[in-house]
């Protein structure tokens, strides 16, 4: 097989194809991250202040917009977290998902708009597979095998929102094993979605089952999969989320499909629906 160009470009692309929302563009060593106009990157949200400040203002604007209501800051917060680490994580996911190869993108590597949907990223270097044709490439770093890609990829996701998620904490009013909780549930439920889109998502959820576990530190909890049974015997997938996005807090009267506060009845209404 011919050596690929980057290791990344044909997941970000696949990634795009079908969710048109994140567009990912490959910085080359003497791009500069790009600035202004919505941008941001994870090392300016992780340093706090006005970076991070005008960040949870966006949010803080928005729910005001739509729903009509304040939001509490630390909602605010919970919010502003999950729009950035959602697609964030997808950025590590994906190119695992789809080739099984794994960049590390520090937090000053990624920039991201989202106001558009833009990704800037500078991988500085990758983890893969023996017999991968991307083995060839600067930066490549062949690993024994499945289990040990797969720990490559929490290290590599941890590594990006260890300081983000320390500079988010106090604004959300969460410790450690909370904003933890967060992170596994923004891999498993971002990757489950966009392999819904690509067809694969039962595939997804037995690769996340054995990528999360539980008792994978720094995350808390697992991917924590289950069905349940439709009026007709369907079998319809569902997951517990290990952290809530306190929406209800917004709107009381609505839930995320997979929070703990949703009922297995409604849970089972919603999956027919859709």
Do not use: K
């Not at 983890?127 to 095998?145: E, I, K, N, T």
């Not at 997951?239 to 709107?251: A, H, K, L, N, P």
Request: glycine share 8%.
């Amino acid at each position: 097989m011919p050596v690929p160009p980057s290791a990344t470009a044909d997941a970000y692309a696949r990634l795009t194809e079908v969710y048109p929302y994140l567009t990912v563009t490959e910085l080359g060593p003497g791009e500069r991250m790009p600035h202004g106009d919505g941008w941001v990157d994870g090392a300016a949200l992780a340093q706090g202040g006005a970076a991070l400040d005008a960040f949870l203002a966006w949010d803080e604007a928005q729910v005001l917009r739509d729903y009509g209501t304040r939001a509490r800051p630390d909602v605010v917060a919970s919010f502003a977290l999950h729009r950035y680490a959602w697609p964030v994580c997808l950025l590590f996911t994906v190119p695992w998902f789809l080739h099984r190869r794994v960049p590390r993108l520090p937090a000053g590597q990624v920039g991201y708009d989202r106001t558009t949907g833009r990704a800037a990223v500078r991988p500085v270097s990758f983890a893969c597979l023996p017999g991968d044709p991307a083995a060839a490439l600067p930066g490549a770093r062949v690993v024994s095998g499945e289990e040990e890609l797969r720990a490559e990829l929490r290290a590599a996701v941890a590594e990006h929102l260890t300081p983000v998620l320390a500079a988010f904490g106090p604004r959300m009013r969460r410790r450690d094993r909370a904003l933890w909780g967060m992170a596994t549930d923004e891999i498993v439920e971002g990757l489950w979605y966009v392999a819904g889109l690509l067809g694969e998502q039962e595939r997804a959820r037995r690769e996340l089952e054995l990528l999360l576990p539980g008792a994978t530190r720094p995350y808390a909890g697992a991917a924590a999969f289950r069905e349940l049974t439709g009026p007709n015997g369907e079998c319809l997938p569902t997951r517990d989320r290990v952290s809530c996005c306190m929406f209800y807090t917004v709107r009381p009267q609505d839930t995320c499909a997979t929070c703990p506060r949703t009922r297995d009845a409604d849970r089972v209404t919603r999956a027919l629906a859709a």
